[in-house]
């Protein structure tokens, strides 16, 4: 039996951003408790020259988002990267999380040679669909919510594994 490139996109996309806010909402209690307000935790960073945690979600949300958009041929709805509360990060998981749901199987199914052209800060990438998904979205999109993660458990909020992971 096959999988399709809906099955291993979307479903995947949906569960990451969904655990992602999960994440975001036990880093803020936590910030909450300890008196740290939004802008702080928000603007932390691993180190000097990683993003910081708001950059880091954008970035998370950005890839399901517009990586569902490409898969099935479409310009990417854009959104603007002017976050600076948890609340405005969970309003943009959650519009993404409503976009990627408005794709329907058959607009991605039979994408895998489909031309995916993107540009980067190292300039224009070609991609064959199979390829994009499974060599550039995915692993973008686990870097920067695995990042946001570590990131919230730096700063002394309550999380595991479980909480990254999600439940099945």
């Not at 036990?26 to 945690?53: C, F, W, Y």
């Not at 895998?112 to 224009?124: H, L, W």
């Not at 994009?132 to 990042?147: A, C, R």
Request: hydrophobic share 40%.
């Amino acid at each position: 039996m096959s999988i399709s490139m809906y099955q291993v996109a979307v479903p995947v996309f949906l569960r990451a951003l969904n655990n992602l806010q999960h994440v975001l909402k036990q880093g803020e209690a936590h910030a909450k408790a300890k008196n740290v307000d939004d802008s702080t935790i928000l603007q932390t960073r691993l180190i000097a020259d990683m993003l910081p945690l708001v950059k880091q979600v954008q970035i998370a949300t950005d890839m399901a988002k517009n990586g569902t958009a490409r898969l099935a041929g479409v310009d990417p709805l854009k959104f603007e990267d002017n976050e600076t509360s948890f609340h405005e990060l969970y309003n943009r998981i959650e519009r993404a999380v409503d976009y990627i749901k408005s794709f329907k199987p058959e607009q991605l199914d039979g994408c895998e040679t489909r031309t995916v052209t993107i540009k980067t800060r190292n300039g224009t990438q070609d991609f064959e669909g199979e390829a994009y998904l499974l060599h550039f979205v995915l692993p973008n999109l686990f870097f920067h919510s695995t990042t946001a993660y570590n990131i919230l458990r730096e700063a002394g909020a309550d999380i595991g594994k479980q909480d990254f992971i999600g439940k099945p």
